[in-house]
């Protein structure tokens, strides 16, 4: 089952200072932390401070490409997590043929973003996430980073790209 989730935020792990993409459950509580690169981080918060470019980056690239085709965006989904790696799959839509594209979650996410469509995690990924977290009372980016610091040297910096 797909569990429908938000970005919630970009915090940096205060370990290893590598960006962290915070996803959240839309109907519920559970967080989800996905490590990103310092790149892919930069493209993610580009597009939700809706800030402008001069020229397209590649996550825009791919959109125009993708318009230019007649090709929409339907879903992306973090499908697996596997050896502390998280898979994610963009779900795509041509001439009525859907097409599946492996892809990275943090490029997933970022042209997610620019085509404005749902982002979803296997449930089965939630669940064998250790850092997965039901965090009702921690809605605050402040009382995210506060949880995140509270997180061991062992869990902090496990989960790669």
Do not use: K, S
């Given at each position: 089952m797909e569990i429908e989730?938000?970005?919630?935020?970009l915090l940096m792990d205060p370990v290893t200072n590598s960006p962290i993409v915070i996803l959240k459950d839309v109907a519920g509580?559970?967080?989800l932390p996905i490590w990103?690169?310092?790149y892919e981080a930069n493209a993610i918060?580009?597009?939700m401070e809706k800030v402008s470019t001069p020229r397209p980056m590649t996550h825009d690239l791919i959109k125009n490409v993708l318009t230019g085709l007649e090709t929409q965006v339907h879903k992306v989904v973090v499908t697996e997590l596997r050896e502390d790696t998280f898979y994610a799959v963009i779900w795509l839509?041509?001439?009525g043929e859907v097409i599946s594209i492996d892809s990275r979650p943090s490029d997933?996410?970022?042209l997610a973003l620019r085509v404005d469509c749902p982002i979803f995690v296997?449930?089965?990924v939630l669940k064998s996430s250790k850092l997965a977290a039901n965090l009702s009372d921690k809605t605050t980016s402040e009382e995210l980073r506060k949880w995140l610091d509270g997180l061991n040297?062992?869990?902090l910096g496990k989960y790669k790209m």
């Open positions: 989730m938000t970005i919630r935020g509580d559970t967080v990103v690169g310092v918060a580009l597009e839509e041509r001439g997933a996410l970022a296997d449930d089965l040297d062992e869990d």
